[in-house]
């Protein structure tokens, strides 16, 4: 669930060297003293519309909590960090049902079943009943969880922000196992969500590593180190994996913040190819393409077979832009002035603009079908559809 560090000097002058820190947000960077690029004037090749619009609480703020709009069942959900449960028709978005819970929420939700779960920012996993939102169990971890949970075989795992990954049984709340693994003094604040796959979950870690661990009983199968701290200060070695990772078929795609894009093998971690990409925001997929914002807010897209680019994009630099998301023969990324811009996947330049409001996007677009959902920091939710 990041974006750069507004205040990375005033961080590194006030730290104060016990336990780990964390800095930065979705919308913040290392140059915060030069304004954002200027929009460039184009041609529009497509007419992205809005189809409607609705108030989903009062969002994530700019706490970093990672609360996106979560389809499923023709519903989207969404959580407010007050604990307000926010579920729309996903056609019309017309209220189909509003919870109020006394839950600091920072995280999920996981829909699986009739369950919904729920991290929170006390250090808790909340299974709920999917329909009356009735507490069901309230699993106690050691922090707060600021990445999404995933189910594998029985198991609900969940990432804490101290770098304790957590099994817990799907049924009853128990903790079936904890793996810990120490992470670096300072951080950004964020954590990539834990990615399921055939009785595996694979965890990024601040110290560029990725591990592949087995969901049954939390034994690690691989460590990868994907990117090496390196510098004089602790700023200078952040290699946090902080985004979304991606699978397909038997390779795993992950890029860290230290400046490291790769394909991983998924059965043994083993590195295909790495180029030099530096992004904490993730990695998106579609078919055999990788799309990507680094941290000059570049956004690539490249070749997921061999690392190759296909085409690189600078003219939104310093404007803070969200993960590019994949939409058809499109690729869309929001700014956080709410400008949400198309490119063509194709040819690389861009191919419409349109304006989501003037709050910055929570997380990266969410994507199902025909339908581009987004989902701002006050909590106002907006779909959109384009004629192609």
Not at 3 to 22: D, E, I, P, Y
Not at 126 to 153: C, G, K, Y
Not at 199 to 221: H, K, M, N, P, T
Not at 345 to 360: E, L
């Amino acid at each position: 669930m990041s974006w750069l560090l507004r205040s990375a000097l005033f961080v590194l002058v006030t730290l104060a060297l016990a336990g780990c820190q964390t800095v930065g947000g979705w919308f913040s960077r290392d140059d915060a003293g030069d304004g954002p690029a200027a929009l460039v004037d184009f041609e529009p090749t497509a007419e992205p519309r809005q189809v409607w619009s609705a108030n989903m609480g009062r969002g994530p703020g700019r706490s970093r909590a990672a609360l996106g709009p979560v389809y499923d069942r023709q519903e989207i959900w969404v959580a407010d960090y007050r604990g307000r449960i926010t579920v729309v028709d996903a056609d019309s978005g017309s209220q189909k049902a509003r919870h109020e819970t006394d839950l600091a929420i920072s995280a999920g939700p996981l829909l699986h079943g009739d369950r919904a779960y729920f991290g929170t920012f006390d250090g808790e996993l909340v299974a709920l009943d999917r329909a009356s939102a009735t507490v069901l169990w309230r699993a106690r971890l050691s922090s707060e969880v600021l990445s999404r949970p995933v189910i594998q075989d029985g198991v609900v795992v969940v990432r804490c922000i101290d770098g304790r990954v957590f099994g817990i049984d799907e049924q009853s709340g128990a903790r079936v196992w904890v793996h810990d693994r120490s992470v670096p003094l300072l951080t950004l604040r964020g954590n990539s969500d834990p990615l399921g796959r055939a009785g595996q979950v694979f965890i990024g870690y601040e110290d560029g590593v990725v591990s592949g661990l087995r969901a049954g009983d939390g034994s690690v199968l691989w460590d990868q180190r994907v990117s090496v701290p390196e510098g004089r200060t602790e700023l200078d070695r952040l290699a946090d994996i902080d985004g979304p990772m991606a699978i397909v078929g038997s390779e795993l795609y992950v890029v860290s913040y230290h400046g490291q894009m790769a394909g991983l093998a998924l059965d043994s971690g083993r590195i295909l190819w790495s180029k030099d990409v530096a992004s904490h925001r993730g990695i998106s997929l579609q078919r055999t393409q990788l799309a990507a914002a680094d941290r000059e807010d570049a956004v690539w897209l490249v070749d997921r077979r061999n690392g190759a680019t296909l085409w690189r994009d600078d003219s939104l630099a310093r404007r803070n832009i969200s993960r590019p998301v994949f939409f058809g023969r499109f690729l869309v990324t929001v700014d956080e002035q709410g400008y949400m811009h198309w490119y063509d996947v194709d040819q690389g330049g861009f191919a419409a603009r349109s304006r989501i409001g003037r709050n910055t996007p929570a997380q990266a677009p969410l994507v199902v079908g025909n339908t581009l959902y987004v989902l701002d920091t006050d909590g106002r939710l907006t779909a959109w559809q384009v004629d192609r």
